[in-house]
């Protein structure tokens, strides 16, 4: 249903008609109360609660058909265009065309973007990336606790995700179950960036200060953190860190956010 | 070689110089010790940049033959990969080359090496490579963290001689590490090492399934039992069937076999043995006095040996953890095929299989009257009963009790048995040729495995079963050793029977 709606929207954009309702446009959001959170990096030496003032989360990651639009309106965005400071060469060369994701790729999470591209995107539509500890803090809840960290079927659900080879082809967006504030596929479906990923690196405990490789050393690394069972976690500041602002990957995709004051009705 | 010209170098001094204590002193070091890293860097590469050979798991690429410290180039690709771990279940693999244990690295004491690590596109994780044959921070970890897609590059000088575990590092290590990522890399001494026949590559792991041991279909890793140290598998080279049947290690009679024997875990060491050897040498990590006559070896995890010794009779080697649970009930257990003659004055074969009673040895007397009777052709009956009595008790009673009563639903009943009763000559063949599979005795199901009993001589077999059927209620004809003669001559040797 969805993919067949998308198809006639492109035909639709590439007659010129804009503002059509649709899978490109941007996904709605939901609404995340804020609230204390013990985070899995501590904010600062002897400080493990974080306050997380209340936001809102898309509730889907973006797709390939939102970014194709996006490219489309923005064509400093497309892969032969854009310059290779902003994007690895890698950028989105899993699609055939460089301004349009194919039609089965439509409802898939959009991937091999850059950090770059993805805060772009995220701009365009007045929002912005996530931070980390948004991020985390919604990824906490299950559809039943708002922290189910220490809900061992929860977190060995996750794990299950990353002993899946990436070679077999990614699900469409929305197709887990919401979790408690209402967003979807937080896990097990892609990696996400986050507005600070560059920063996880420093928010270590003090000793490390200064040493911005800290958690290249997993055992270090582990030394740092205050959750060391949370694995599931752990695997997502690891990955992050691996990667830099113009890096793209098959499972690397994105979603935005929005200040609760900014936030569009 | 360059050793035992050290040595007698050494010597010489000794010499040249007994008038002069304090210079012998000072000389016998340079015998004893390699200096370790302090003497590891042999000066800048030498000559045109060389491409090292990698292998995969059991093969070992082909020794240097440097004399020069060189710039070896080693390129090594992260996979992350779906294969079987055991006869129908399949396991995502994170790998180094493809394999588990990951592709094998080669290179001399003193070569500069330049590593590049690439991580496939197809990865979902980031990855990177610590060394332990590398001097610096993180083993190389911190400069080889390496996203999907995308290539580090880091360069080290290798300043100890040994064999190393390399291993990914990357967060969380102990997960990337129970899925396959570790290997081997041998830093040769700069006189190589000393040649062999057979070099293999063997590395042991410990896998976590959220399944049981064989459950098949795709099993992911659990993170619980991980923690926990409650393998599913243990295993050589990272499937249960790696190294047995086709896939066995070979060799000849005669030859040297050299195994370099890693341990990855993440959790476990092993205890490595190989049934039926002694090892003449074993040196550990990087070792330069080995351990001579060993017979089991620890190869902890992270760490690694190099073990060696000679063939001298041909047959079936099995490699095996000696924790033995983790062998039989785990995997770890490979094999090694030998092939040659055999050599009797060192290793016989089995001689002598006869029945051995403890304490009751005394009341054999029956059973040598019944063959002396049987000799004379004066057997009766009743000596047959008396001698197989004796018998019955060394071979059968284990299963089917002294009373003839069996085992309620596991081993049936020879008493009053409608089984037995119905077909005499059919009871001589099982007890020859052994039973396995469903039969019906006095209306009760049995379903069990009875073994060959054909290490019995034909008059045993005969008075055995005269004695059972006349016992306990039992009641027939004597049977003779020719009737069970005639038996055995009109069946095969079943598989796995003495004769």
């Known amino acids: ?265 | 070689m360059n050793r035992l010209l050290i040595f007698g170098l050494a010597s010489v001094l000794v010499l040249l110089s007994a008038a002069c204590a304090p210079k012998q002193e000072a000389a016998a070091p340079v015998a004893t010790t390699t200096g370790g890293s302090v003497r590891g860097d042999l000066g800048p590469p030498q000559g045109e940049p060389v491409q090292a050979i990698l292998t995969s798991p059991p093969a070992v690429p082909p020794p240097t033959n440097r004399k020069q410290p060189a710039k070896v180039v080693v390129d090594l690709e992260v996979q992350e990969v779906t294969r079987e771990i055991a006869d129908g279940v399949n396991y995502t693999f994170w790998t180094f080359g493809g394999t588990v244990p990951g592709s094998f690295i080669r290179v001399r004491q003193g070569d500069t090496v330049e590593f590049h690590l690439k991580n496939n596109p197809s990865s979902k994780m980031p990855h990177n490579i610590d060394l332990h044959g590398v001097t610096g921070p993180g083993g190389g970890a911190a400069s080889s963290f390496t996203a999907p897609g995308h290539a580090s590059q880091f360069t080290f000088k290798a300043l100890n001689q040994g064999i190393y575990v390399y291993h990914c590092a990357t967060a969380p290590v102990g997960m990337h590490v129970a899925n396959g990522m570790y290997g081997l890399i041998l830093v040769e001494p700069p006189e190589g090492l000393p040649p062999v026949d057979h070099e293999y590559y063997v590395m042991q792991g410990d896998f976590y399934t959220v399944g049981k041991y064989r459950e098949k279909g795709t099993q992911p890793f659990d993170m619980q039992r991980a923690i926990d140290e409650r393998p599913t598998y243990v295993l050589f080279n990272g499937a249960e069937s790696s190294m047995t049947g086709p896939k066995s290690l070979k060799a000849k009679v005669g030859e040297t076999v050299r195994l370099f024997v890693g341990n990855g875990g993440p959790n476990l060491v092993s205890s490595f043995h190989v049934i039926g050897e002694i090892f003449d040498k074993v040196q550990p990590e990087g070792g330069t006095h080995p351990q001579e006559n060993v017979q089991t070896t620890l190869i902890p995890a992270g760490g690694a040996a190099i073990v060696e010794f000679h063939l001298e009779v041909p047959g079936t080697y099995v490699l095996v953890d000696h924790s033995i649970f983790r062998a039989f009930n785990k995997g770890a257990l490979a094999m090694l095929q030998v092939e040659g003659e055999p050599n009797k004055a060192i290793y016989s074969g089995k001689e002598v299989d006869e029945t051995y009673l403890g304490g009751a040895q005394a009341s054999m007397q029956p059973v040598v009257a019944a063959a002396a009777a049987l000799a004379a052709g004066t057997l009766s009956k009743q000596q047959q009963i008396d001698a197989g009595s004796i018998l019955y008790k060394g071979t059968c009673s284990v299963c089917h009790q002294e009373s003839g009563e069996g085992l309620a639903n596991v081993f049936p009943p020879l008493a009053g048995a409608d089984f037995l009763k119905a077909d005499l000559p059919r009871a001589i063949g099982i007890v020859l040729n052994g039973l396995t599979g469903p039969i019906t005795v006095n209306g009760t199901a049995y379903d069990s495995v009875m073994p060959p009993m054909s290490q019995l001589n034909d008059d045993e077999i005969a008075n055995i079963l005269t004695y059972v059927t006349n016992s306990w209620g039992n009641s027939a004809d004597a049977i003779s050793s020719g009737q069970v003669k005639q038996a055995r001559e009109a069946t095969g040797r079943p598989l796995g029977a003495a004769r």
Request: with cysteine; aromatic share 10%; hydrophobic share 40%.
């Open chain 1, 1 to 265: 249903m969805r993919g067949s709606g998308t198809i006639a929207l492109s035909a639709v954009l590439v007659l010129g008609a804009c503002g059509v309702a649709g899978a490109a446009n941007p996904s709605p959001q939901v609404s995340v109360p804020g609230g204390d959170f013990r985070s899995v990096l501590a904010p600062a030496p002897g400080q493990d609660v974080v306050r997380v003032p209340g936001f809102r989360l898309d509730e889907t990651p973006v797709t390939n058909a939102q970014f194709s639009a996006f490219v489309r309106a923005h064509p400093e965005w497309r892969r032969d265009r854009v310059t290779r400071l902003f994007a690895d060469p890698e950028y989105l060369s899993h699609w055939s065309k460089a301004d349009q994701a194919d039609a089965v790729l439509a409802d898939q999470p959009v991937t091999r973007v850059s950090w770059f591209a993805a805060g772009a995107y995220c701009e365009a539509q007045g929002r912005r990336l996530p931070t980390w500890y948004e991020w985390e803090y919604v990824a906490a809840a299950s559809e039943t606790a708002r922290d189910a960290r220490n809900d061992s079927a929860w977190t060995q659900r996750i794990l299950a995700w990353y002993g899946k080879p990436a070679t077999a082809g990614l699900p469409p967006v929305g197709k887990t179950p919401p979790n408690m504030y209402g967003a979807r596929d937080l896990h097990g479906v892609v990696w996400e960036w986050v507005e600070d990923f560059n920063s996880i690196l420093v928010s270590g405990d003090s000793r490390e200060q200064g040493d911005p490789d800290v958690l290249r050393f997993c055992g270090t690394g582990a030394l740092t953190m205050q959750d060391k069972d949370n694995y599931a976690i752990l695997m997502r500041i690891a990955m992050l860190s691996s990667m830099e602002g113009r890096y793209t990957t098959t499972s690397m995709g994105f979603r935005c956010a929005s200040d609760l004051k900014s936030a569009q009705p």
